[in-house]
């Protein structure tokens, strides 16, 4: 079993950047690739990014990458999500998952676990 909780969202301007954090519980986090994933008003759920279980691989959608940062702390069961240049699209939910299958499934939609989502507001 693991409980995932997201934190760090809030309100910033376009342009601007926030820090998402995704503290696990539980001595499995390692056996998990991680993802983040979003959810806006009226859309479905969309893929972010993906951390590999060593952190060493990673994976974006083509809307945030070269803005948005992935990476893990296995000693420290931690998911991060850094995200620069945000521009009003970005506004949503974003939860961590952990991915039910391995690398090569990161973009499957199928999660075993995710957390209860932070806001990100971007506004214009």
């Known amino acids: 079993q693991v409980q995932l909780v997201e934190s760090g969202g809030g309100l910033v301007q376009a342009g601007g950047s926030l820090t998402l954090s995704c503290a696990a519980s539980?001595?499995?986090?390692?056996?998990?690739?991680m993802n983040w994933i979003r959810q806006a008003p009226g859309k479905e759920r969309e893929f972010v990014a993906a951390v590999s279980r060593s952190g060493l691989t990673t994976d974006y959608a083509d809307s945030v990458k070269g803005r948005f940062t992935i990476s893990r702390d296995n000693a420290m069961n931690t998911v991060r999500l850094r995200m620069n240049s945000l521009k009003p699209e970005d506004t949503a939910v974003y939860y961590c998952?952990?991915?039910?299958?391995?690398?090569?499934?990161?973009?499957?939609?199928?999660?075993?676990?995710w957390g209860q989502g932070t806001q990100v507001t971007v506004s214009s």
């Open positions: 998952a952990a991915l039910r299958g391995g690398w090569g499934t990161q973009r499957s939609n199928d999660y075993v676990y």
């Open positions: 539980g001595r499995t986090f390692i056996t998990y690739v």
